[in-house]
């Protein structure tokens, strides 16, 4: 089976992280996101992706260099000018000659869906279109999708008021398609498959059907997000395979890539990952976070439910609190960021400031 994986966004609520990276490629506890999505997409049979692509093409191409991850072969498909999400989705399938039976995916959610299930019953239902819908404690937030006992859907309502919510499942960004889909997006247009496709196939009794499923679900896509990804990750909300393949477990709760260095008196409080050439110094202190590799945290410095990318660094007394770090950035001594700031790639935050 083939599918595409929408990933022309800017990413402009994790921002400044993907003025330089798009949002795909960006870490989940040290694997690029993609690949996590590409893992789980052969999991489940899928074979070839094609990635549609809008914002920084050329790092995807980069980051995948044999033009294949794993098992999964990778096709890309670059659009010149945004076309939505349905549009993209024309113009992937036109690029790759998709003319059957598909999957579509958001490229920035992450999931445990079981994916095969899903399409099984898109098949018994003999439905052109399929829909994931997700649970979520407040929906009015998002657009919901209300079903008959069958699956079937009845309506979109988009961004209910609390108090007037239909149904707390809402569209999860993962669908199965017929070819016919295409037909029904005119190409080279911007379209959204959200707001034009799929409500018109609410015409046609019998069309467009939504599978409801509790797996782990969440969309990435801002900074308490992105943060409670790498959480999830570390409590093992996506089962025991989801920590980097080199990981290993040097004490309960505490996962190290490679060869790292800990002071005697350094507190590490799980749970926690570290990446290859981390140094921890004397007196630091990390606690529920992820360090990338060639990481710092010097004496006294605190990391707290926070990620630090590649190579960041923390001078004596900084402390990084809810926060993303980007790569190659430092906190000066007594330097403190929190409240799900991030700190732009190679950034500089000066001694004894406060973010």
């Known amino acids: 089976m083939r599918a595409i994986v929408l990933v022309g966004g800017e990413g402009t609520r994790l921002r400044p992280l993907t003025y330089t990276t798009p949002k795909p490629l960006l870490p989940i506890a040290n694997v690029a996101f993609l690949e996590r999505q590409l893992a789980w997409l052969g999991r489940h049979g899928v074979d070839e992706v094609v990635l549609s692509l809008g914002y920084l093409p050329d790092a995807f191409a980069a980051h995948f260099p044999q033009d294949r991850f794993g098992d999964v072969r990778l096709r890309y498909a670059v659009e010149d000018e945004p076309l939505g999400t349905a549009g993209g989705i024309r113009h992937a399938a036109d690029e790759a000659g998709i003319d059957e039976r598909f999957v579509v995916c958001n490229g920035d959610v992450l999931t445990e869906l079981d994916l095969s299930a899903l399409v099984r019953f898109h098949a018994e239902r003999g439905a052109e279109a399929t829909i994931h819908l997700a649970r979520v404690s407040d929906p009015s937030a998002f657009g919901v999708v209300p079903t008959r006992d069958d699956g079937e859907v009845k309506a979109f309502v988009e961004k209910p008021p609390p108090g007037r919510v239909p149904t707390d499942w809402i569209n999860a960004g993962t669908y199965v398609l017929e070819p016919t ?163 732009a790639e190679a950034a500089i935050v000066s001694a004894g400031s406060k973010v």
């Open 181 to 343: 889909v295409l037909e029904r997006i005119p190409p080279r247009l911007t379209v959204s498959i959200e707001h034009e496709t799929f409500p018109r196939l609410l015409d046609q009794p019998g069309r467009l059907y939504a599978y409801q499923s509790d797996a782990y679900w969440i969309d990435i896509g801002t900074p308490e997000k992105y943060l409670q990804a790498h959480a999830d990750v570390l409590a093992g909300g996506l089962g025991t395979g989801a920590l980097p393949a080199d990981a290993v477990e040097r004490m309960p709760g505490v996962w190290v890539q490679g060869d790292i260095s800990v002071a005697d008196n350094a507190r590490i409080e799980p749970p926690v990952l570290v990446g290859a050439g981390s140094t921890i110094a004397a007196g630091a202190r990390v606690t529920q976070s992820v360090l990338g590799a060639g990481c710092t945290v010097e004496d006294g410095a605190q990391v707290l439910r926070s990620v630090l990318l590649d190579r960041a660094r923390l001078a004596p007394a900084a402390a990084a609190v809810d926060a993303v770090i980007g790569s190659q950035a430092m906190l000066e001594a007594d330097a403190v960021v929190s409240d799900h700031t991030i700190v």
